[in-house]
């Protein structure tokens, strides 16, 4: 009897299915090496707790082709079904997330969204040539045609938005068959897909989200940190700081933080600007102003040197990002701030190291130079004086008497080189009591 009901109790009973699982992914942002890996992770873990489908919430302005085909990548592979759920309202699936959108098992939009203008452009601001931008060209189309054809969407518009950069709403979207349906919310789009029928691989595989358990899927400490600074506007501001901290550091030597600083600023904008369709002549100018400011600290031109480094990197920051993209765009609230700053800071900074170089030292054989002393014994050549409350030997090319006053001029190997000094001169450095 205990035998039957133990049995009865580890048996799974009729009705009471397990409950399934969908995973939700949030990206917002630039396609880049941590969107492919967000998703990349976001796989893994849809698979590892068996859900019954991953929901990529997206929306984004495009980015890296290569990353991009990573992505779609682990979406053909996927083990899970995929959906793209673009939205929320006011989102958009413009250039490579045209070709996510076109790949997922199921696509969907939320309404007052968008997709489109998926033509490749340049990284660096620069026009192709012909020959190259036709391969360029004619890849894309082959590769979203190919994609679209796969999961029974319509090619020739997917053409299109390659070729001739076209775009469409939501609406549109579902009457042209670029996607499978709208759906207001999460919720919403659960309820649709219940039932929903997908095609992984060989097999179809009938979805069930009826009272499914939502599990989020958020971003690592990690991946928020790269993806913050995939900003243009902290791109921007990093780029400045780690110029401005490697000249500080040359121009102040053994002043180690500005160096420290400037190279980490560097290496991240680095990082940044690979994902950014930057035009290097905006770098270039923005450099070219920070060099100018340093010029005005040793070049005696009444502020022109500094006027045009304000104005080289007020038009450097402009012309910076190659797209007209409002996400791609540096904010004026940033440009002007940072500019003034840059200004003031390498002034001050390049200014110290420059008055430093200047200065005279006051230490080592260096610091003998310009002191005054009494020459102890006649000097004709040579004799003893007494300068810095040591008795030196020393040469003069002037006969000097005893008792008399006289100045270092130069200093060899533990010899001073002096002159006689009159009554009447004087702002020297006194080295010795009279």
Same mark, same amino acid.
């Given at each position: 009897?205990?035998g039957?009901?133990?049995?009865?109790?580890?048996?799974p009973?009729?009705?009471l299915?397990?409950?399934?699982?969908v995973?939700?992914?949030?990206?917002?942002?630039?396609i880049?090496p941590?969107?492919?890996e967000?998703?990349?992770?976001?796989?893994?873990?849809?698979?590892?707790q068996?859900?019954?489908?991953?929901?990529l919430?997206?929306?984004?302005?495009?980015?890296?082709?290569?990353s991009?085909?990573?992505?779609?990548?682990?979406?053909t592979g996927?083990?899970?079904?995929?959906?793209?759920?673009?939205a929320?309202?006011?989102?958009?699936?413009?250039?490579?997330g045209?070709?996510?959108?076109?790949?997922?098992h199921?696509?969907a939009?939320?309404p007052?969204?968008?997709m489109?203008?998926?033509?490749p452009?340049?990284m660096?601001?620069?026009?192709?040539?012909?020959?190259m931008?036709?391969?360029v060209e004619?890849?894309?189309v082959?590769?979203?045609?190919?994609?679209a054809?796969?999961?029974?969407?319509?090619?020739?518009? $997917? /053409?299109?938005?390659?070729r001739?950069?076209?775009?469409v709403?939501? %609406?549109? =979207?579902?009457? @042209?068959? !670029?996607?499978?349906?709208?759906a207001?919310d999460?919720?919403?789009?659960?309820?649709?897909?219940?039932?929903?029928e997908?095609?992984?691989?060989?097999?179809?595989k009938?979805?069930?989200?009826?009272?499914?358990q939502?599990?989020e899927?958020?971003?690592g400490?990690?991946l928020?940190?790269?993806?913050a600074?995939?900003?243009?506007n902290?791109?921007?501001?990093?780029?400045?700081?780690?110029?401005?901290?490697?000249? $500080? /550091?040359?121009?102040?030597?053994?002043?180690?933080?500005?160096?420290? %600083?400037? =190279?980490?600023? @560097?290496? !991240?904008a680095?990082?940044?600007?690979q994902s950014?369709?930057?035009?290097?002549?905006?770098?270039?100018?923005?450099?070219?102003?920070?060099?100018?400011?340093?010029?005005?600290?040793?070049v005696?031109?009444?502020?022109l040197?500094?006027i045009?480094?304000i104005?080289?990197?007020?038009?450097?920051s402009?012309?910076?990002?190659?797209?007209d993209?409002?996400?791609?765009?540096?904010?004026?609230t940033v440009?002007v701030?940072?500019?003034?700053i840059?200004?003031?800071f390498?002034?001050?900074?390049?200014?110290?190291?420059?008055?430093a170089?200047?200065?005279?030292?006051?230490t080592?054989s260096e610091?003998?130079?310009?002191?005054l002393?009494?020459?102890?014994?006649?000097?004709?050549?040579?004799g003893?004086?007494?300068?810095?409350?040591?008795?030196?030997?020393?040469?003069?090319e002037?006969?000097?008497?005893?008792?008399?006053?006289i100045?270092?001029?130069?200093?060899?190997g533990?010899?001073?080189?002096?002159k006689?000094?009159s009554v009447?001169?004087?702002g020297?450095?006194?080295?010795?009591?009279?």
């Amino acid at each position: 009897m205990i035998g039957m009901l133990l049995l009865l109790v580890v048996l799974p009973q009729p009705g009471l299915a397990a409950q399934p699982l969908v995973v939700v992914a949030t990206f917002e942002g630039i396609i880049n090496p941590v969107a492919a890996e967000y998703l990349h992770d976001a796989i893994l873990r849809a698979e590892s707790q068996h859900a019954e489908l991953l929901v990529l919430q997206l929306d984004t302005p495009g980015g890296l082709d290569i990353s991009m085909r990573s992505m779609i990548k682990d979406m053909t592979g996927a083990q899970v079904p995929i959906v793209v759920y673009v939205a929320p309202s006011g989102g958009r699936a413009a250039s490579a997330g045209v070709f996510l959108t076109l790949a997922a098992h199921v696509a969907a939009m939320a309404p007052d969204t968008n997709m489109g203008a998926a033509h490749p452009v340049a990284m660096g601001g620069g026009e192709m040539d012909e020959v190259m931008k036709a391969k360029v060209e004619n890849d894309a189309v082959a590769y979203i045609r190919s994609i679209a054809e796969r999961r029974g969407r319509n090619p020739d518009w $997917a /053409e299109n938005a390659v070729r001739k950069s076209v775009s469409v709403t939501s %609406v549109q =979207a579902k009457e @042209l068959k !670029l996607i499978d349906f709208l759906a207001e919310d999460l919720s919403s789009l659960l309820a649709v897909l219940d039932g929903w029928e997908v095609q992984m691989g060989a097999q179809k595989k009938t979805v069930v989200t009826k009272n499914a358990q939502i599990q989020e899927f958020p971003m690592g400490w990690r991946l928020e940190a790269l993806q913050a600074i995939s900003n243009p506007n902290i791109a921007y501001v990093l780029m400045t700081i780690g110029t401005i901290g490697i000249i $500080a /550091e040359l121009y102040n030597p053994g002043a180690i933080l500005p160096g420290i %600083v400037g =190279a980490i600023s @560097l290496i !991240l904008a680095f990082y940044s600007l690979q994902s950014l369709p930057v035009n290097y002549a905006g770098v270039f100018l923005l450099i070219f102003g920070i060099v100018l400011f340093i010029l005005e600290m040793t070049v005696t031109s009444f502020g022109l040197l500094a006027i045009g480094g304000i104005i080289s990197m007020v038009l450097g920051s402009m012309m910076l990002m190659s797209q007209d993209f409002p996400f791609y765009q540096i904010s004026w609230t940033v440009i002007v701030p940072v500019v003034a700053i840059a200004a003031g800071f390498t002034l001050l900074v390049v200014g110290m190291g420059v008055k430093a170089l200047r200065t005279r030292s006051v230490t080592g054989s260096e610091g003998m130079v310009g002191l005054l002393g009494i020459a102890k014994t006649d000097l004709n050549p040579t004799g003893k004086i007494f300068v810095h409350g040591e008795i030196w030997d020393a040469v003069s090319e002037q006969p000097i008497r005893a008792g008399h006053q006289i100045e270092v001029t130069r200093v060899h190997g533990l010899q001073l080189h002096v002159k006689p000094v009159s009554v009447q001169q004087g702002g020297l450095r006194h080295g010795a009591t009279i």
